[in-house]
């Protein structure tokens, strides 16, 4: 018989390099594992057309003004919902790297408005958990972590991260913080217990949009 129970949406937020993509494959892989219909996406989707312009800005071959770079990013989530939508519909738990969190903190900590960049996001489909991995930018930048990408830089990484924060306080009732320090183990076993937990909880409730 068809099942008519949803999938999660469950979304990775923090600063570059604090180790949201291993721990949102891991998550992916052990639900899979258990036999739960799981899907691993991020954002910036860099292989659609949006995303390849994404792509090029992001690796300083190509310049675009704040604004222009901010509605490229935000396009980039419109253009992947419907797919979104009909995968949790059918039941597909999705893994998302970054989302529209990404979207309005790295474009604030540039220097546009707050609500000018959550606009275009308005109506997307809103997570039903965000697990935001904390670490301090400075530490990160002693280990090394960085790369050549455009905002791979500490100055703006501090700005990022207490952004983050903001929306970690504002947003509390969904968004689940951890230390990115912990190890990759004890990480995985954490946001899996809640990750299980959540999936159960969420299979009747409608999808929401974000507002
Ligand atoms: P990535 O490192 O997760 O591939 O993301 C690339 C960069 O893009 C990262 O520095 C965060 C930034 N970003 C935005 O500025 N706006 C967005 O909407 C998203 C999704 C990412
Ligand atoms: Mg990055």
């Known amino acids: 018989?068809?099942?008519?129970?949803?999938?999660?949406?469950?979304?990775?937020?923090?600063?570059?390099?604090?180790?949201?993509?291993?721990?949102?494959?891991q998550l992916c892989e052990r639900l899979k594992e258990k036999g739960i219909a799981a899907k691993k996406i991020n954002f910036p989707n860099r292989s659609t057309i949006i995303g390849d312009v994404i792509n090029r800005?992001?690796?300083?071959?190509?310049?675009?003004?704040?604004?222009v770079i901010h509605l490229l990013f935000s396009a980039n989530r419109w253009e992947c919902m419907s797919s979104i939508q009909a995968d949790l519909?059918?039941?597909t738990t999705i893994i998302c790297d970054r989302y529209a969190y990404s979207g309005v903190v790295y474009s604030v900590a540039k220097g546009l408005d707050l609500d000018w960049c959550w606009a275009p996001d308005l109506g997307l489909l809103k997570p039903d958990a965000v697990f935001y991995l904390k670490a301090n930018p400075d530490q990160l930048a002693?280990?090394?972590s960085f790369g050549n990408e455009r905002y791979e830089k500490l100055e703006l990484q501090r700005?990022?991260?207490?952004?983050?924060?903001?929306f970690n306080e504002k947003e509390s009732s969904y968004?689940?913080?951890?230390?990115?320090?912990?190890?990759?183990?004890?990480?995985?076993?954490?946001?899996?217990?809640?990750a299980e937990n959540l999936l159960l909880q969420v299979a009747d409730k409608p999808l929401e949009k974000l507002t």
């Open 175 to 194: 968004w689940h913080q951890f230390d990115a320090f912990e190890t990759e183990q004890e990480l995985h076993s954490k946001i899996s217990t809640i």
């Open 89 to 91: 519909l059918a039941g």
């Open 1 to 25: 018989m068809e099942s008519n129970k949803r999938g999660a949406f469950i979304v990775f937020e923090g600063c570059d390099r604090v180790g949201k993509s291993t721990q949102s494959n």
């Open 57 to 67: 800005f992001l690796k300083n071959t190509q310049e675009l003004s704040h604004e």
């Open 159 to 166: 700005k990022v991260s207490d952004l983050f924060d903001h």
């Open 142 to 144: 002693s280990r090394g």
